[in-house]
């Protein structure tokens, strides 16, 4: 999928995530928010001015988030994403409320929506990572400029060909029939058995 699938996915198909922010001592703070909306630029969110949440976000602009979807742990299809959140403002409120509707019963007039304010997610590195599938399903995606890090096991030209790490990885995404074998990289658990058993010490961690 490309990146702005990845976007939508998160809003329409998940909506509600486990957001992280930081507070004034360096603690880790979650809360559940609603990814309201989407487009070429990044993720939109709202809250209210008298939050801790705004004052979170404001005192420090790195942000977290995980959103899973699925009725159990091998239907689940989770993503996540780390980056950067910045104030809008409420410009964007009449948009967000027309598709959010719902949000009319928690503030229903006016008045009560003069404390609320948008937030843009406009940086972000995000991971898809889909249990449903077998072999399952992993691959990473970035916007508004953040940098897309290739982390995982990967194997070097130590590499003897011994074979022992396609016998310890549970999902057999090793192919072998190549010296250096090559790890399919959308398909790994990042379990690192393969980093354990290698004799060659052929296999990176990064």
Request: hydrophobic share 35%; proline share 4%.
């Amino acid at each position: 999928m490309q990146t702005r699938e990845y976007l939508r996915y998160i809003v329409e198909e998940i909506h509600s995530t486990v957001f992280a922010t930081v507070d004034s001592a360096g603690r880790p703070v979650t809360c559940a928010i609603d990814m309201m909306d989407y487009d070429a630029d990044g993720l939109y969110f709202l809250t209210a001015k008298g939050k801790r949440f705004y004052d979170r976000l404001k005192a420090n602009e790195n942000i977290a988030f995980t959103a899973m979807k699925g009725k159990d742990t091998l239907s689940c299809v989770a993503v996540s994403v780390q980056g950067k959140a910045r104030e809008i403002g409420p410009g964007r409120l009449p948009d967000l409320f027309h598709k959010n509707p719902y949000m009319e019963r928690i503030y229903p007039d006016a008045g009560s929506r003069s404390a609320l304010t948008v937030f843009q997610i406009h940086e972000g590195a995000g991971e898809w990572f889909d249990l449903s599938q077998l072999p399952i399903q992993r691959a990473r995606f970035s916007f508004g400029g953040a940098r897309e890090e290739k982390t995982g096991y990967f194997v070097t030209d130590k590499c003897i060909g011994c074979k022992l790490c396609y016998s310890k990885c549970p999902q057999k995404c090793i192919d072998i029939t190549r010296q250096p074998v090559v790890i399919a990289q959308e398909h790994c658990l990042h379990c690192g058995n393969c980093f354990e058993t290698c004799p060659a010490r052929a296999i990176e961690r990064r």
